[in-house]
Antibody, heavy 117, light 107 residues
């Protein structure tokens, strides 16, 4: 069974930084593209960023481009999201997700990021 | 920019009802369209992929159809556990898989 476990969320002031991690198990991590999807309180799902299976290509939503960096360490079965210059509207639950054959078929339980002074 | 529009935004229904949710895209997605169910405090769950294929383990009450720019999710006979929020997702743009705004299905 695929398990994705996010960590690293918390309370941060505007302009601050956080690094989220997603530890993967139950799959050959290096075979799959991975994504981050977020959900602001009471709002819908927003795709944030994605990375190919080998880390060679990354993709970002316009709302985070230039501030967030996605990366992965296939030797540690771990996905990362470095978030810099955080804004109040980045407050959300951040989900790590596995991509396969044009569908997002496994999700973590999410980690809450709160940006507030 | 690609626009995805779900309708309705919310829907009241009863156990046993047949329900249809629509997703319209601003450009053709072929059949690169997926549907998810999300319950409060939980991660989304994949229901339908490639417009009409039922994800393994998902009840056959759920079905999807459509291609191009117009897609539908149908629940044939609502059960109590089906009350949730439903999202469409386009997977046409390589790994930039954006979502519709969601449809909240309530009793």
């Amino acid at each position: 069974e695929v398990q994705l476990l996010e960590s690293g969320g918390g309370l941060v002031q505007p302009g601050g930084s956080l690094r989220l991690s997603c530890a993967a198990s139950g799959l050959t991590f290096s075979n799959y593209a991975m994504s981050w999807v977020r959900q602001a309180p009471g709002k819908g799902l927003e795709w944030v960023s994605a990375i190919t299976y080998n880390g060679g290509t990354t993709y970002y939503a316009d709302s985070v481009k230039g501030r967030f960096t996605i990366s992965r360490d296939n030797s540690k079965n771990t996905l990362y999201l470095q978030m810099n210059n955080l804004r109040v509207d980045d407050t959300a639950v951040y989900y790590c997700a596995k991509e396969e054959f044009s569908k997002t078929d496994s999700w973590g339980q999410g980690t809450l990021v709160t940006v507030s002074s | 920019d690609l626009q995805m529009t779900q309708s309705p935004s919310s829907l009241s229904a009863s156990v046993g009802d047949r329900v249809t949710i629509t997703c319209r895209t601003s450009q053709s997605m072929s059949t690169y369209l997926n549907w998810y169910q999300q319950k409060p405090g939980k991660a989304p769950k994949l229901l339908i992929y490639a417009a009409s294929f039922l994800q393994s383990g998902v009840s056959s009450r759920f079905s999807g159809s459509g291609s191009g720019t117009d897609f539908t999710l149908t629940i044939s006979s609502l059960q109590p556990e089906d009350f949730a929020t439903y999202y469409c997702q386009q997977s046409y743009s390589t790994l930039m898989y954006t979502f519709g705004q969601g449809t909240k299905l309530e009793i």
